[in-house]
Nanobody, 121 residues
């Protein structure tokens, strides 16, 4: 249902753009990005509602990451700037059955396979 891509190895201060392609018509659904670092719980990163008019970010990424969507392409993006070593994690995209955004993992029905982001110091 969801295919995440765009991860890789980047130096601190660098940028990456993650993509999440949905096999469902994404226009109707709220989407989110989450991440899980080694030995840690999965945590919320960013979320966007169906229209793109509402976004919300974790404090740790606010001002550095931007979530956006292209409903014509059924794709959601996460632009990550000024990357830090602590951003190293597997990043997961997720899709709700509702059009609104949410930071709560249990409110997401579909999950992608994850893409690895590694930031070197």
């Amino acid at each position: 249902q969801l295919q995440a891509s765009g991860g890789g190895l980047v130096q601190a201060g660098g940028s990456l753009r993650l993509s999440c392609a949905s096999s469902r018509r994404a226009i109707n659904y709220g989407m989110g990005w989450f991440r899980q670092a080694p030995g840690k719980e999965r945590e919320f990163v960013a979320t966007i509602n169906w229209s793109g008019g509402s976004t919300y970010y974790a404090d740790s990424v606010k001002g550095r990451f931007t979530i956006s969507r292209d409903n014509a392409k059924n794709t959601v993006y996460l632009r990550m700037n000024s990357l830090k070593p602590e951003d190293t994690a597997v990043y997961y995209c997720a899709q709700r059955d509702s059009g609104s955004s949410s930071s709560r993992q249990y409110e997401y029905k579909y999950w992608g396979q994850g893409t690895q982001v590694t930031v070197s110091s």
